[in-house]
């Protein structure tokens, strides 16, 4: 499968739990984003990350979320201390590197955060 | 703070009809529009992309861009019950913003 994998697909957490999600760009993309979609809501976006480095976390909320895209391995988007506002469904997408156009970006799965 | 508005529905339109759906945005320094189709449950799935004024015809969709008036549209044609699902309009102004997306618009086509 060549296209954007994320996992885990769903993930269930208590309160003041640690949430990890997971995510490998499509081979030969090197940009990863996190959007996140709130039940009824639209998809907000939240981190732009190339590799080892943070482009754009304008719409990262100032605590407890954090990502990173290193060098091996995949995209992590970690959420600490876990409420239940933080309920949704969290992509992931990537895109090739950049024209002089706003590239084209190609989403995976999802992952479904439901916090008890 | 750039904006992407859609009307959020539902449009309901019969089978085979044309449905229209609508999209308006505030960055004027926007250059790149897309439309993606999400069913419930499901990911975004890109449908089309248009970058220049006009119409840009792919199969049954026809994405229509207007940079002066700050909007674009997506045109279904020949509607199918398939094609039930939101449709969500998004915008960038350069290769390295992110994407802003509207809140979809919900098409439902009764068979």
């Known amino acids: 499968n060549a296209g954007v994998m994320q996992n885990p697909r769903h993930l269930v957490r208590r309160r003041g739990q640690e949430a990890r999600l997971r995510c490998s760009p499509m081979k030969g993309h090197s940009h990863v984003y996190w959007y996140r979609q709130l039940p009824e809501e639209g998809l907000k976006f939240m981190v732009y990350l190339q590799k080892e480095n943070i482009i754009d976390e304008s719409g990262m909320p100032k605590e407890r979320f954090s990502a990173e895209f290193p060098k091996e391995g995949p995209s992590i988007l970690r959420i600490q201390q876990v409420v239940r506002g933080d309920s949704a469904a969290y992509f992931c997408?990537?895109?090739?590197?950049?024209?002089?156009?706003?590239?084209?970006?190609?989403f995976g799965e999802g992952s479904w955060l439901t916090v008890v | 703070q750039k904006e992407v508005e859609q009307n959020s529905g539902p449009l309901s339109v019969p089978e085979g009809a044309i449905a229209s759906l609508n999209c308006t945005y505030s960055?004027?320094?926007?250059?790149?529009f897309f439309w993606y189709r999400q069913y419930s449950g499901k990911s975004p799935e890109l449908i089309m992309s248009i970058y220049s004024n006009g119409d840009k015809e792919d199969g049954r969709f026809t994405a229509q861009l207007n940079k002066a008036s700050q909007y674009v549209s997506l045109l279904i044609r020949d509607s199918q019950p398939s094609d039930s699902a939101t449709y969500l309009c998004a915008v960038t102004s350069s290769g390295n913003t992110p994407l802003v997306f509207g809140k979809g618009t919900r098409l439902s086509v009764i068979a």
């Open positions: 960055d004027r320094g926007s250059q790149s």
């Open positions: 997408a990537s895109s090739p590197t950049t024209s002089g156009f706003g590239n084209t970006i190609y």
